[in-house]
T-cell receptor, first 113, second 116 residues
Framework: AQSVTQLGSHVSVSEGALVLLRCNYS??????LFWYVQYPNQGLQLLLK??????LVKGINGFEAEFKKSETSFHLTKPSAHMSDAAEYFC???????????FGQGTRLTINP | GAVVSQHPSRVICKSGTSVKIECRSL??????MFWYRQFPKQSLMLMAT?????????EQGVEKDKFLINHASLTLSTLTVASAHPEDSSFYIC????????????FGEGSWLTVV
């Protein structure tokens, strides 16, 4: 079985500050890991995904995440927050090649001017 | 632009009535689609796997007689909430993978269901 825990249901940062959204996973097999963003009244958009290649994954909009097997983590970072980054972020895990995703609880990111 | 479209985006219905939500892949064929449900301030939970031309596969605890799924074509899956009750009020979202694509999962915009 797989599971995902996102630490912090709500994160607030100032514009220009570092964004760090935490995600820890549990998986009995080598996982595929994903970060999705959900803007208000919109569907989920893939930010980035880890599929057993490079452990540091770069995504869209300046986001990146690092897979750390020893820590079972896949934290999402962005060096400098922008107002447009305000959204809900979901971490998800799947088995390799599988299409079904197990999602974390989500983290709402607020950007302060 | 959106490659997976859901309709309606918002629906309010009376308790006891049935509501149908559509999930369409706009420019690709999808043999398999997925339906998720999200309660307020909670995660998305997989409800079922929709298979074109065959019965859906439901996750444990999901009532298949309550949440009817029909995948009649390679571009359309429908979720019907039968005899809806207020506790069925939720955000429903579908996903699909292009049969010929690079295994990228596309999500619809989601549908807000409110049962009054």
């Amino acid at each position: 079985a797989q599971s995902v825990t996102q630490l912090g249901s709500h994160v607030s940062v100032s514009e220009g500050a570092l964004v760090l959204l935490r995600c820890n996973y549990s998986s009995s097999v080598p996982p595929y890991l994903f970060w999705y963003v959900q803007y208000p009244n919109q569907g989920l958009q893939l930010l980035l995904k880890y599929t057993s290649a490079a452990t540091l994954v770069k995504g869209i909009n300046g986001f990146e995440a690092e897979f750390k097997k020893s820590e079972t983590s896949f934290h999402l970072t962005k060096p400098s927050a922008h107002m447009s980054d305000a959204a809900e972020y979901f971490c998800a895990v799947s088995e390799p090649g599988a299409q079904k995703l197990v999602f974390g609880q989500g983290t709402r990111l607020t950007i302060n001017p | 632009g959106a490659v997976v479209s859901q309709h309606p985006s918002r629906v309010i219905c009376k308790s006891g009535t049935s509501v149908k939500i559509e999930c369409r892949s706009l420019d690709f064929q999808a043999t398999t689609m997925f339906w998720y449900r999200q309660f307020p301030k909670q995660s998305l939970m997989l409800m079922a796997t929709s298979n074109e031309g065959s019965k859906a596969t439901y996750e444990q605890g999901v009532e298949k007689d309550k949440f009817l799924i029909n995948h009649a074509s390679l571009t359309l899956s429908t979720l019907t909430v039968a005899s809806a009750h207020p506790e069925d009020s939720s955000f429903y979202i579908c996903s699909a993978i292009n049969d010929r694509g690079a295994n990228t999962i596309y999500f619809g915009e989601g549908s807000w269901l409110t049962v009054v």
